[in-house]
């Protein structure tokens, strides 16, 4: 058991003392009350003492004298390095005493220090950091230089579990250092992880460590020993982030989003004005709801009775649409706190990213007093489709769908209304956050998870207000649904200045990167990749293994679809049993390849794609299926796709549902075959080996975080 | 100098001994003899000549009893390990010898052998290796365990230039490592550079010197010495491949894709026939020249006097399109020797795809005896659109332009048509090249690098057949245009079995990684990349200077386009000098961000865009521009595109150019405004902030190489 008492202790010591840091005593206490190992040591004041004390922690040790009066120890002759026996332990003793009397005649001795040599195995690194977002984070590296310059480091949020840790020693680049290269023996895995487990486990049960460092640690096949501890302390007090309970934030998000009466304050008759279109499209987009446009002359506005306020509305209002200057806004808000308005949907412009903080702070505190959510500011409204709601002034969005979107940029927020559109994706809700003064992704998260119409969910970032509680939230999430990030601001800022090594490791995006992925989510690289899995990972099955097979019809795409299944993580089948080898051969010219990719060999008729991915399907060793189409007369685009719709319809009818993507080859015709495949459930590009290869590795990806795999 | 002969005559003894690879004392000869610095080393017979050569080497020194009946020296106490002054050695020198005689009374004591004990600096690797492909290549990492495990190592085409050396310093994850690291002096960078040419110099004189390993080398402040050499030789001879004079190559080539006379052997009036296809294609293509049916019957097809052989037809004959069965393409192609024309172009395939190596042998050895060159086996054909040449049976590709593209695939052809037609590129030629039994990448490299309707040229490979000879060409061609390479196979074998450490380390993908960007080629890492490098480097103008700045009216974008500038190597002009910053804040609103960045915030009005592009493509120290555009009612997509069009022009007038690119965020009609940008200059595209900067970034890399930068 951790003995928290002692660790509590030496830490209000140091407070008393105003101190920031630890004494490296102190650090190694706070290790053993943790469990941590360290080196065994000890203080003998005789020879016979030395001797017992050194066959109690196991040679080799080393030996350095203990005296106030006596600084420099080696000058003194005060230290003997690699002490290999009882005999040599005693005999150090009396030599260490000797030459300490010498050099210093009256110098006080308190005895000598007996102490573990720590030799051999490989150096690493484990530490914890305190980051503004995510709070405590655990740290894993290699130790040396090299590393320092590779930056090859990985985190996770403390605490880590068993698993967790297990993970970040497979998670550095220089894995297989751990695993015993030329001829060295591989590190204890479990004693590692405990290591990093407990460090995890110390910096969460005290906040006040701010940053650790056991640099290094000597790993090897009987233990993990820290030879060197370094604990920065802060104990000024933390304000922790007002949050409403999970439970609260759903009563509200639902009433937000799907709210039985919207209130748009600024309603307008006027083209042009965002009031305008924001009534218009409530109207148009087929809102079912009640509408109450308020205004402060107008009686009614597009043939819906206006208010002055909605404090005049007779029923009950869920979501009120602001849509007036920001000097506005504030007054505004205190009426719809009145009249217990869930949400408000803060569109207007002019508040944090014009630099009027305390505009904004006043929003802030409203909301939080009349227990009212806010959305924004500065945002272009939401969408929820399963309610006909479009509740911004863009154009209604009307493709229902199962993905739900949102975006920090209002920018960004319109390329993905213009891709969705584009792509026909179809799409639950696309939320704009804009300013993020209350309502964030963790909000959202909460509200699409019990959403039953939401069936993934990505989002773009370019920060987490509060990135614990989004990893908190998104790893229980995720587990039941996708969750896709795109987090922009990869390359900026890098590590704010820090006072450890793990802390300059700390750079920005890497702890994202981690973190993220310990929660299942899938991270996007690119904002078409954000596109392209948001569209594509709903549609298709979970696989129910690894095994993926390529049958293509062109041996080029063959090579470049197998590129592309190793950078997005996927195995192919390999090597491919013999039966089934000869199974796939029975259907393909004798010039053909089978092994994987199956190349069918271009030039080939309709029935052989449809017998090959017909036998794909139906093998149970098989999982997933990567189509590579080429276009020929023998094959057109249509036909192809007809055929393979075809066959997934027939296996589908026997109960069997496997992913299947599709890259064509071929001349413009093969777009309108993408979109059919698309269409009828197989995610399929033209003039593209890469991408329906990587959204089938982020199928895969979430597949694997959810422990489905 | 180079003692060439001294080399010689060790490489004579190895192979006259037969042995494959040469000894340790014969390695550090052969260094000497290229002045590769390895420890110093004498041998002394007295205590004074023990510490004159001592003294001439510099302390410290490891002394070692030579004794051909002394076998275990240390066990003798015949070594002496960091001996550090004259008198010492000396002193070291006697003990050696007393210690010896006693070990061993009768021992014959030939002296004692002085060695340079090299010691601190950073490890590193240097070695060179035989590579199927490139032929000689010298590679370059740090030393250690750590650097084997994370494969952090770099190559170059041997022999390397001193900028070739230089650059691999840099080439490696870990450079850091080289310029000093927590206090660690710097190494001598020229000294390590001089090595890695001494080395790359010495393989390429001796081809037999099949593999060699330095390692480790020291580098330190003070130069770099090779502590262990290893050399594996291989006398074997090797055949040359056989290769045309480049001048030669061009008059073929010329003659083949600007042909005066065309034949369609295998020509057919029948519908679905490739003969028939070919036929159309030439026709309907619109091209000028003179067309032969070649048909054992027809008197005419399709309008066109028909030939029972192409020795029948009375004119000249440039270029044979062979439609005909694979068994009887020998035949024909031995009279298209006799009627001396330049190339065949072989569409049909069942050779070597198919396992018939015999059958393109046998095509092969025509084609060198009749001095006729072969595109193919089974390819598509190809297009030369400036001569409106369409010699394919695949659908005619009509839109004239200055890309030239060739496939390795039949698969990936069609997608490069589809591409082409669909994104509206125009291209001056596609190009299919199959089995590449004769013609491959680098012969269309050299008729492209002389014609004038080519400005840039994208190749879609799987292998090289001859990677030295397409690295020499590329290396002079890219300097001109803009060569771009999709390598597919990247992740596929690994390094074949090899004996050396630096051939172990030779996987093959990182070699072509390497060399490629050695030959100023610019290499794709995805289809879709090749494409829209093909289409967007092109119309770029060539940039003037590494400042890049982005303007954006969308926050967010100007979040995700820093990230892909990162991504892609460019430079953001940072800091924005102080009287451009201030130039571009009159311009946006308070609120909105100068620096760069410049966040003209949404909601501005087209004359916002206008004003800050204008000024930004004025200013000389701005040499690039990305422009993130986000759609709103102020200013619609198509006003957006239109003015941007129409600052450019006005900015060409006053003899202003420099590449923009633009990304597009915002609703459908987004598409529109990227395909008219496009078409006047700006590389756009919708719904992406990475690909336009991928290109941008692609034409900079291209810059660079090119030396242009």
Not at 93 to 102: E, L, T
Not at 129 to 135: I, K
Not at 372 to 382: A, C, E, K, Q, V
């Amino acid at each position: 058991m951790n003995d928290k008492q002692k660790v509590r202790r030496i830490l209000d010591a140091a407070k008393a003392a105003g101190r920031a840091s630890l004494t490296a005593p102190e650090g190694k206490l706070v290790c053993d009350a943790y469990g941590i190992a360290v080196p065994k040591e000890g203080v003998a004041t005789s020879a016979a003492e030395a001797s017992r004390i050194a066959e109690g922690m196991g040679f080799p040790v080393v030996m350095k004298i203990v005296s106030p009066d006596i600084l420099h120890k080696t000058e003194a002759g005060g230290v003997v390095v690699g002490v290999k026996s009882a005999a040599d332990a005693a005999s150090a003793y009396d030599r260490i005493v000797a030459s300490a009397k010498a050099y210093k005649v009256d110098a006080q001795i308190l005895g000598v220090q007996v102490q573990q040599m720590i030799q051999g195995g490989q150096e690493v690194i484990v530490g914890a950091v305190t980051d503004g977002s995510f709070g405590k984070l655990v740290a894993f590296g290699l130790g040396g230089v090299l590393v320092e310059v590779l930056k090859d480091v990985t985190f996770r949020l403390a605490p880590a579990t068993r698993d967790d840790a297990l993970s970040m020693l497979d998670g550095i680049h220089a894995a297989q250092m751990l695993k015993g290269v030329r001829g060295s023996e591989p590190v204890d895995r479990e004693a590692l992880a405990r290591l990093i487990v407990q460090v995890s486990q110390l910096v969460s049960d005290f906040p006040e460590i701010a940053e650790l460092d056991l640099n290094p640690v000597f790993a090897s096949a009987s233990g993990a020993v820290a030879a060197d501890v370094r604990i920065v302390v802060d104990f000024a007090p933390k304000v922790p982030r007002y949050r409403p309970a999970e439970a609260d934030v759903v009563v509200s998000m639902k009433r937000i989003m799907q709210p039985k009466a919207v209130a748009v304050i600024g309603a307008s008759d006027e083209t042009g004005k965002i009031g305008n279109s924001v009534m218009k499209n409530l109207i148009n987009g087929g809102y079912k709801g009640r509408i109450y446009p308020i205004h402060p002359k107008a009686a009614e506005i597009m043939g819906h009775k206006a208010y002055k306020s909605v404090k005049d509305v007779p029923g009950e209002i869920d979501t009120a649409v602001f849509a007036i200057p920001a000097k506005l806004v504030a007054g505004a808000l205190v009426e719809c706190g009145e009249k217990k308005i869930a949400g408000a949907i803060l569109i207007p412009s002019g508040f944090a990213e014009t630099g009027n903080h305390e505009g904004q702070a006043e929003l802030v505190e409203i909301g939080r007093k009349y227990n009212i959510r806010l959305m924004g500011p500065n945002i272009y409204g939401f969408y929820y489709t399963p309610a006909n709601l479009c509740a911004t002034f863009c154009t209604a969005y009307d493709v229902q769908g199962s993905t739900a979107l949102s975006s920090q940029s209002g920018g960004i927020g319109m390329a993905i209304i213009g891709y969705s559109r584009s792509a026909k994706m179809g799409v639950s809700a696309i939320v704009g956050l804009g300013n993020k003064s209350d309502i964030d992704e963790d909000d959202l998260l909460l509200f699409f998870e019990q959403d039953d119409n939401t069936k993934v969910i990505a989002q773009h970032c370019e920060d987490l207000k509060d990135g614990r509680a989004f990893a908190e939230v998104a790893k229980r999430v995720s587990k039941k649904k996708p969750v896709i990030v795109l987090k922009a601001g990869r390359t900026s800022a890098g590590a704010a200045a820090a006072s450890s090594h793990t802390g300059a490791l700390a750079g920005n995006d890497k702890v994202y990167d981690d973190v993220l992925r310990q929660s299942g989510v899938i991270r996007a690289k690119s904002l078409r990749d954000l596109l392209d899995f948001a569209r594509g990972v709903p549609i298709l099955p979970t696989p129910k293994g690894e095994n993926v097979v390529i049958i293509t019809g062109a041996g080029g795409s063959g090579v470049l679809l197998s590129d592309a299944c190793v950078d997005n993580g996927l195995k192919l089948l390999k090597p491919m049993p013999p039966d089934l080898d000869a199974a796939f051969r029975k259907f393909i010219p004798p010039f053909g390849a089978a092994g994987n990719p199956v190349d069918i060999t271009g030039g080939e008729p309709p029935i052989t794609y449809m017998n090959t991915v017909r036998l794909g399907l139906e093998d149970e060793r098989i999982h997933a299926l990567i189509l590579g189409y080429w276009h020929t007369i023998v094959t057109p685009p249509m036909v192809f796709a007809r055929n393979m719709v075809q066959v997934i319809d027939e296996m589908r009818a026997k109960g069997i549902v496997k992913p299947v993507v599709a890259s064509l080859a071929g001349d413009v015709e093969v777009e309108e075959a993408a979109e059919y495949l698309y269409a009828h459930g197989i995610p399929a590009y033209a003039y593209s080996t890469e991408i329906p290869v990587a959204v089938l590795g982020a199928k895969y990806q979430w597949a694997r975080g959810a422990g489905l795999l």
